[in-house]
């Protein structure tokens, strides 16, 4: 069974600057994904970045972006130029890539709270 | 844009009591999904469906059930409520496409407390 171990509960950030959160992951399959969601104080949950594992390229949304290093095994959350707005909860996410029974569940992390300091 | 509602922001019961949790989402999304989210412990799946009265045990089901009798609304029952079901429960739910589910979009949650 897959596992997703986030080992930061929580972080802060001063406005304006970057802050990096880790998420490591156990699997045995070659191919799955894996994301990042966020959960605002009001909790409702939403997607902040994916990454295909099939993919050497990190991806990135605006000034979210991911460090996947596969052998590794780790996916990590960068922010930078924070908001106060991006204080929130964040989860790591892990899902297979195969069909069948598994229809698309997710396996979460414990989740790490970002603090944003003005 | 997606909108996945759930019948209550908090909800208090009762040991004992039967206990319904009703979703609805509004993309024709074929799967939905139901977790419960506890401190340290991040969400954990209870139960999902991929189609009108299909249903899978996640990796918590007991205590629960659910009913998906039409496309767009999938309850969560709890039989006999316990004070160890309390908790946030979240709603989700997804395409699926080829066999491949696609991105999940969440419900606000409910705040469920059993005195």
């Known amino acids: 069974a897959q596992t997703v171990t986030q080992s930061q509960p929580e972080m802060s950030v001063q406005e304006a600057e970057t802050v990096t959160l880790s998420c490591t992951y156990d699997t045995s399959e070659s191919d799955y994904y894996l994301f990042w969601y966020k959960q605002p104080p009001s909790r409702q949950m939403i997607l902040v970045i994916r990454?295909?594992?099939?993919?050497?390229q990190n991806a990135t949304e605006n000034r979210f972006s991911v460090n996947f290093q596969k052998a590794a095994k780790s996916f990590s959350l960068k922010i930078s130029d924070s908001q106060l707005g991006d204080a929130a909860m964040y989860f790591c996410a892990y899902r297979s890539s195969a069909g069948g029974t598994s229809y698309g569940k997710l396996t979460f992390g414990q989740g790490t709270i970002l603090t944003v300091h003005p | 844009d997606v909108k996945v509602t759930q019948s209550s922001r908090y909800l208090v019961k009762r040991t004992g009591e039967k206990v319904f949790l009703e979703c609805v989402q509004d993309?024709?999304?074929?799967?939905m999904f139901w977790y419960r989210q506890d401190p340290g412990l991040g969400l954990r799946l209870i139960y999902f469906s991929y189609d009108v009265k299909m249903k899978e045990k996640g990796d918590i089901p007991e205590g629960y059930s659910v009913s998906r009798e039409k496309k767009e609304r999938f309850s969560l029952i709890l039989e006999s409520a316990s004070t160890n079901q309390t908790s946030m429960y979240l709603c989700?739910?997804?395409?699926?496409?080829?066999?491949?589910?696609?991105?999940?979009?969440f419900g606000p949650g409910t705040r469920l407390t059993v005195l």
């Open positions: 993309m024709d999304h074929e799967n």
């Open positions: 989700a739910s997804s395409f699926l496409a080829g066999g491949v589910t696609d991105t999940q979009y």
């Open positions: 990454q295909e594992a099939y993919k050497q």
